[in-house]
Nanobody, 121 residues
Framework: QVQVVESGGGLVQPGGSLRLSCAVSGSIFSINTVGWYRQAPPNARELVAT???????TYVDSVRGRFAISKDGAKNTVYLQMNSLKPEDTAVYFC???????????????WGQGTQVTVSS
């Protein structure tokens, strides 16, 4: 069974840093685009950053210059390095991975369970 698991969230003071991890496990041929999203109720889920299979990264304006998305192909893991954190970055962060499964040879979009990031003094 293919799964996506996020980790690395926590409580940090304004100006601090955190690194989130998104690990894909199971039988897959490939990981295509991976995106980090966040949701702070009552707001809708917001796309924060994406990285393509070729390594091209994109960011929402509010995090550009502060966040960096990267990946380790050998570990099937995508990271979100978050620097200069602000209270408005507080949210549950979710990872979405588009993968091609071995079992079905089809592409699927998979979501993780989310990890809480709280920025507060």
């Amino acid at each position: 069974q293919v799964q996506v698991v996020e980790s690395g969230g926590g409580l940090v003071q304004p100006g601090g840093s955190l690194r989130l991890s998104c690990a894909v496990s199971g039988s897959i041929f490939s990981i295509n685009t991976v995106g980090w999203y966040r949701q702070a109720p009552p707001n809708a889920r917001e796309l924060v950053a994406t990285i393509t299979r070729g390594g091209v990264a994109t960011y929402v304006d509010s995090v550009r210059g502060r966040f960096a998305i990267s990946k380790d192909g050998a570990k099937n893991t995508v990271y979100l390095q978050m620097n200069s954190l602000k209270p408005e970055d507080t949210a549950v962060y979710f990872c979405n991975a588009n993968v091609r499964e071995v079992l079905t040879s089809r592409e699927r979009d998979l979501w993780g369970q989310g990890t809480q990031v709280t920025v507060s003094s």
